[in-house]
């Protein structure tokens, strides 16, 4: 796997990464950091997906807009991220939160960025090191400021202009949320049900086996049906989730694959955009 890596092989690189801590949760806000306060890998540095990896909510965009990506910058910099250097990233959230930052990094053009396997749990387990100390750095990193969000990211006008493609087979629209969201069962969070019209469905957390990533060849038999020459757009409810599912496509080896940032949440703010459900 070209982005994932196991504990084993983090404790053995330890000093050679900037470890950065995402762990949050949804339903309450400050836990990922009192968490990461009790205990952490060693040299760690806590990102916050509220403040550090996402903006401030508007009327559109979304419930997690992407952040401005010169203050993540100059937050990364000064944490000692560096051209050329490693970058390894772990939560306790199946690599949703994770997911998120290392996509990020990708927009902003680094080209080291790992995930650690399993988790801070899988950590844990292995009875490898940790603290309660708040790493000091003491050296800001020099880090070449060159967005590429062109190449990872579609909003919502560019997905409505292709929902013709996305109904045809043309190219694909993924929805990384659950089956019960996705056919408009249910919606515990967002104002409306449904999926945007032509999305197929592609549950996040079926990246996933035991708790960690499937390896390169699930990971290709569970995209078998898609054709990789054509372009993938990938969202969910607030653009984080559908992260993961992203970076399962690279790691099985899709190259044409674009995150919808603003995904649901942004898409019904639209009153005239359309929204389909299935009938059970």
């Known amino acids: 796997m070209n982005h994932?890596?196991?504990?084993?092989?983090v404790k053995e690189h330890l000093d050679e990464l900037t470890v950065m801590d995402c762990r949050f949760h949804l339903g309450a806000p400050d836990?990922?950091?009192?968490?990461?306060?009790?205990?952490?890998?060693?040299?760690?540095?806590?990102?916050?997906?509220?403040?550090d990896l996402s903006s401030a909510v508007n009327t559109h965009g979304g419930r997690h807009p992407l952040p401005d990506l010169q203050e993540l910058h100059q937050k990364l910099q000064n944490i000692g991220v560096h051209d050329g250097g490693k970058v390894l990233l772990y939560d306790d959230q199946n690599g949703a939160m994770a997911s998120r930052l290392w996509f990020l990094l990708k927009i902003l053009g680094h080209e080291h960025v790992l995930i650690m396997d399993g988790g801070y749990r899988e950590w844990v387990k292995q009875e490898y090191p940790v603290t309660a100390e708040v790493p000091v750095q003491e050296k800001r990193g020099t880090f070449t400021f060159k967005v590429k969000e062109k190449d990872f990211v579609m909003h919502m006008?560019?997905?409505?202009?292709?929902?013709s493609s996305f109904q045809s087979g043309e190219a694909y629209l993924l929805d990384a949320r659950e089956s019960n969201r996705y056919s408009g069962l249910e919606e515990p969070i967002d104002k409306v049900a449904g999926h945007i019209p032509g999305a197929l469905n592609f549950f996040w957390m079926e990246n996933?086996?035991?708790g960690k990533w499937k390896?390169?060849?699930?990971?290709?038999?569970?995209?078998s049906q898609l054709d990789?020459?054509?372009?993938?757009?990938?969202?969910?409810?607030?653009g984080v989730?559908?992260?993961?599912?992203?970076?399962?496509?690279?790691?099985?080896?899709?190259?044409?694959v674009k995150l919808y940032a603003?995904?649901?949440?942004?898409?019904?703010s639209y009153t005239d955009n359309p929204v389909s459900k299935i009938n059970n």
């Open 215 to 223: 390896r390169t060849e699930a990971l290709q038999e569970r995209f």
């Open 31 to 51: 836990k990922g950091l009192i968490e990461y306060q009790d205990s952490h890998i060693p040299g760690a540095y806590y990102m916050d997906l509220n403040k």
């Open 262 to 268: 603003g995904s649901w949440s942004d898409w019904i």
């Open 228 to 238: 990789p020459s054509r372009e993938i757009v990938v969202y969910c409810g607030s």
């Open 4 to 9: 994932i890596v196991s504990v084993n092989w």
């Open 157 to 163: 006008e560019e997905v409505k202009s292709q929902l």
């Open 241 to 256: 989730t559908a992260c993961p599912t992203f970076l399962a496509l690279k790691e099985a080896g899709f190259e044409k």
């Open 208 to 210: 996933m086996e035991n």
